[in-house]
C-alpha cells in the first residue's frame, strides 16, 4: 500500500492570499488527483495531475484559482489562489496503484479563510 | 461509471454485523464494486473491492448479487471505530480515473 504524506493538515489564512499544499507519495504512481471537500458534502474532484504536463481540471476549476504542478512520479502540489471565505474546505490529494487498482488518501489539508 | 444508490445514514450496535446495502442496476460488465470509507476528519480509505464473486478481507466482506445490480458490504463485528461515511463507488477496475464519490452511507455504531 502506498503512503501519502499530505501537508499543511490545517492552515487559517487571510483573504486574497493563497495556500500551496503539498502531497508526497511514497513510491512513484502514474496518478494522481486532488479533491475538495466542502464543510458536511463529499468529495468533488478539482483535477488530476498529470507527470510532466499541465492538470486536467474539472467543470468549474479552472488553474488560474488552483495551480497544480507534478514535477515527477511522487510528488504534487495544489495552490488555492485568491482565498475568498467560500475556499473554507478540507482539500484531499490521492494516489492510484494500477496493480491493486486502488486509490490512497492523504490525510487532507483543512483551510479556514478568515 | 454506474450511478450508485445508498442509504443515507444506518445505525449498529457495536459487536454486531453492519450490513451496508448499495443499489448499482446499471453497471456495466467490466465495472467493479468499489468500497471506501471516510473516518471523521480523514482522508478516504479503501475497504474492499469486487466484480462478480463474493470478497472477504481483514476488514470486511463483499457480497455481490448473482445479477450484479447491488450488493452489501458487511462489517462483521462493528466497533465504535468503524462509525463513518461509507461509499460505494463502480467503475472499472484498471481505468486509472479518478473516484467519483456519491453522498455515501453515515454509519454510526453505538454502545
Known amino acids: 500500500s502506498a503512503v501519502i504524506s499530505q501537508k499543511p493538515s490545517r492552515d487559517i489564512c487571510q483573504r486574497g492570499t493563497s495556500l500551496t499544499i503539498q502531497c508526497q507519495v511514497d513510491?512513484?504512481?502514474?496518478?494522481m488527483f486532488w479533491y475538495r471537500q466542502q464543510p458536511g458534502q463529499s468529495l468533488t474532484l478539482i483535477a488530476t495531475?498529470?507527470?510532466?504536463?499541465?492538470?486536467?481540471?474539472e467543470s468549474g476549476f479552472v488553474i488560474d484559482k488552483f495551480p497544480i504542478s507534478r514535477p515527477n512520479l511522487t510528488f504534487s502540489t495544489l495552490t488555492v489562489s485568491n482565498l475568498s471565505p467560500e475556499d473554507s474546505s478540507i482539500y484531499l490529494c490521492?494516489?492510484?496503484?494500477?496493480?491493486?487498482?486502488?486509490?490512497?488518501f492523504g490525510q487532507g489539508t483543512r483551510l479556514t479563510v478568515v | 461509471d454506474a450511478k450508485t444508490t445508498q442509504p443515507t445514514s444506518m445505525d449498529c450496535a457495536e459487536g454486531r454485523a453492519a450490513n451496508l446495502p448499495c443499489n448499482h442496476s446499471?453497471?456495466?460488465?467490466?465495472?467493479?464494486v468499489y468500497w471506501y470509507r471516510q473516518i471523521h476528519s480523514q482522508g478516504p480509505q479503501y475497504i474492499i473491492h469486487g466484480l462478480k464473486n463474493n470478497e472477504t478481507n481483514e476488514m470486511a466482506s463483499l457480497i455481490i448479487t448473482e445479477d450484479r445490480k447491488s450488493s452489501t458490504l458487511i462489517l462483521p463485528h462493528a466497533t465504535l471505530r468503524d462509525t463513518a461515511v461509507y461509499y460505494c463507488?463502480?467503475?472499472?477496475?484498471?481505468?486509472?480515473?479518478?473516484?467519483?464519490f456519491g453522498k455515501g452511507t453515515s454509519l454510526l455504531v453505538t454502545p
Open positions: 463507488i463502480v467503475r472499472v477496475g484498471n481505468s486509472g480515473y479518478a473516484l467519483n
Open positions: 495531475a498529470n507527470q510532466g504536463s499541465e492538470a486536467t481540471y
Open positions: 490521492s494516489a492510484y496503484n494500477p496493480v491493486s487498482t486502488e486509490a490512497f
Open positions: 446499471t453497471i456495466s460488465g467490466n465495472e467493479y
Open positions: 513510491s512513484q504512481v502514474t496518478m
